[in-house]
């Protein structure tokens, strides 16, 4: 009997979701191939590829590996968002600071994407007191350099990669004002917690001022005219003013059942 007619599937299984000895004996290959053919400077992948490139298979599994294995050493961890820029007001990059600093105090292991602003001022709070500071920074075509106060760090090429190991590394995660990254993070997450992909975690949305109109849109909007969310997707969303404020939410909320 050929592999052909051992993967068939049974006629009464068509949901069955288990990989095929064939689709397991080429992923095997794929990643022994690319394993020694992973190239310095990786092109972007910016359009669909003609063929499986293996070491880019390799590098995306690699970078998964790395990123489960750094997480799990973690318990309990806290990850902040916000800008990369020096643009905000400087109160809040000092409430990032605090914040983290009380988290770390606390046994939390403070997660960011390891470069400047929000996630440097975040670290940097974890790092000062001796708490664990966890950069999970993005190699990007401008250089973004990881800041100084990292007690672990790995770097991705990969932002979807990236983004799935900050949404599975902590208890709560806590959004200050930032950009289109921010954005994005802040949705994913939203969105897992809504739909149960991930545990119901705490969101904290540090800075009434940035946040209110983004949530006076959600409620008008999606919560009120179009009905496109419900009330209780809404009560995810916690605003905050204070680091004081932020860890008595927080201390509250966390639940360390998994």
């Known amino acids: 009997m050929d592999d052909q007619t051992v993967n068939q599937p049974s006629s009464n299984n068509n949901n069955n979701t288990t990989p095929s000895h064939e689709t397991a004996r080429r992923l095997a290959r794929v990643i ?15 359009c669909k590829p003609n063929h499986v490139e293996s070491w880019r298979v390799f590098k995306i599994m690699s970078e998964f590996v790395e990123g489960f294995d750094l997480i799990r050493r973690h318990s309990l961890a806290a990850t902040f968002f916000g ?57 990007l075509p401008n250089a973004q350099k990881e800041n100084s106060f990292l007690t672990e760090k790995l770097e991705f090429d990969h932002f979807f990669v990236r983004k799935v190991m900050l949404t599975f590394a902590s208890e709560v995660y806590i959004f200050f004002p930032g950009g289109f990254g921010t954005m994005d993070e802040f949705f994913e997450i ?64 966390v639940s360390l059942v998994c």
């Open 32 to 46: 022994a191939e690319g394993h020694t053919n992973v190239p310095e400077d990786a092109a972007p992948l910016v």
């Open 83 to 139: 800008s990369a820029r020096a643009t905000l007001d400087p109160a809040v990059y000092q409430a990032a600071t605090d914040l983290a600093a009380a988290l770390a105090k606390e046994g939390y292991a403070v997660v960011t994407g390891g470069s400047a602003g929000i996630m440097q001022a975040a670290n940097k709070g974890a790092y000062d007191i001796g708490g664990a500071s966890v950069g999970l920074n993005i190699r």
């Open 190 to 253: 939203v969105t897992l917690v809504q739909t149960g992909k991930i545990k119901k975690v705490p969101i904290v949305m540090y800075d009434a001022d940035y946040w209110n109109p983004l949530l006076e849109f959600i409620d008008a909007q999606l919560l009120k005219k179009f009905k496109t969310i419900s009330p209780e997707d809404r009560a995810l969303l916690h605003v905050v003013d204070s680091p004081d404020e932020a860890l008595a939410y927080i201390k509250e909320h």
